[in-house]
């Protein structure tokens, strides 16, 4: 097993046992606040072009995936009332260490897209499927204000596709040339100091 798993595996058994009890809390919120499951699943494209599915907390209202995959800022009509603090702070995002434990994402690696964006990638943009894809990276960072962007584009899915997603993979191609361990520290920290400084 490489270090990057092992380190993976640890930290997020670790985060799951100290988080549990936020966890309840949340699913608690998420329940009392509209009807629908605690955790949405969605498939996503993953290593070695693996389809599984990625789990987050449930930010918005029954069959919103019908109404477009893209977030459009943060007032989007769709996200619940507790939605809107989940995605605020980036909670929301938390189940997936059950991802992680299950190897089937990373702490840090390229963003896993679902298959209609997948299949617009060129063979060289491919290369992001061959890691883990994870929590964060350094697209995710750069792009900490995403909704706000598309929410101020004219055609929002048309500036994703063309203008987001070359930018985001670009991103992921430079993590791979030269990830490591501390690569991977270093972005985690960046990605919780963009978070905190975000909102202060």
């Keep these: ?18 988080l549990t009890p936020l966890f309840i809390l949340i699913s608690v919120c998420v329940k009392l606040d509209s009807k629908g499951p605690v955790f949405y699943r969605q498939t996503r494209v ?13 930010t918005m209202c029954g069959g919103a995936d019908r109404q477009g995959l893209l977030t459009v800022g943060d007032h989007d009509r769709r996200i619940t009332r507790a939605g809107y603090w989940l995605r605020k702070y980036k909670i929301d995002e938390l189940p997936q260490l059950l991802n992680i434990l299950r190897g089937e994402m990373s702490f840090v690696g390229p963003r896993p897209e679902v298959s209609k964006y997948v299949a617009l990638y060129n063979p060289a943009q491919q290369r992001v499927l061959s890691v883990r894809p994870g929590i964060t990276d350094w697209a995710s960072i ?20 063309t203008d987001i ?18 690569t991977d520290l270093h972005i985690m920290l960046m990605t919780l100091k963009c978070i905190v400084l975000k909102h202060h």
Excluded: N, T
């Design 1 to 18: 097993m490489d270090p990057k798993r092992i380190f993976d595996l640890l930290l997020s058994l670790c985060a799951l046992i100290l």
């Design 46 to 58: 993953g290593r070695k072009k693996v389809c599984f599915q990625l789990i987050k907390f449930r």
């Design 165 to 182: 997603i070359p930018k985001k993979l670009q991103q992921g191609l430079k993590y791979i040339d030269h990830k490591s361990l501390w």
């Design 142 to 161: 750069e792009y900490i204000d995403e909704s706000e962007l598309l929410a101020r584009a004219s055609d929002p899915e048309h500036f994703y596709r």
